[in-house]
């Protein structure tokens, strides 16, 4: 499966949705402003490893707090075999 910008944010917004229980994201939604902290960043991350084959540290969404953002930095570090 090739994984480019936009399916990468369409999954995450998916899990981002089932995570924080909040129906109404966009690539654009600030974690943290959705009722994002330290359990659900957990539970992101475990999320993006199985999904994705990609490691993060739950501090990522500091720096990288948005949908869009976080499928940027997902891209980067993708496996070769997965893009």
């Not at 944010?9 to 129906?23: K, Y």
């Not at 990609?54 to 501090?59: A, F, Q």
């Given at each position: 499966?090739?994984?480019?910008?936009?399916?990468?944010?369409?999954?995450?917004?998916?899990?981002?949705?089932?995570?924080?229980?909040?129906?109404?994201l966009t690539p654009d939604s600030d974690f943290f402003d959705e009722g994002g902290h330290s359990l659900t960043a957990m539970k992101i991350v475990s999320r993006v490893r199985r999904i994705f084959g990609?490691?993060?540290?739950?501090?990522v969404l500091f720096g990288e707090p948005t949908v869009r953002q976080m499928s940027r930095l997902l891209l980067e570090n993708l496996p070769a075999d997965a893009n």
């Open positions: 499966m090739t994984m480019d910008l936009a399916t990468t944010e369409q999954t995450l917004l998916e899990v981002w949705r089932d995570v924080l229980g909040v129906a109404e990609v490691e993060l540290d739950p501090g």
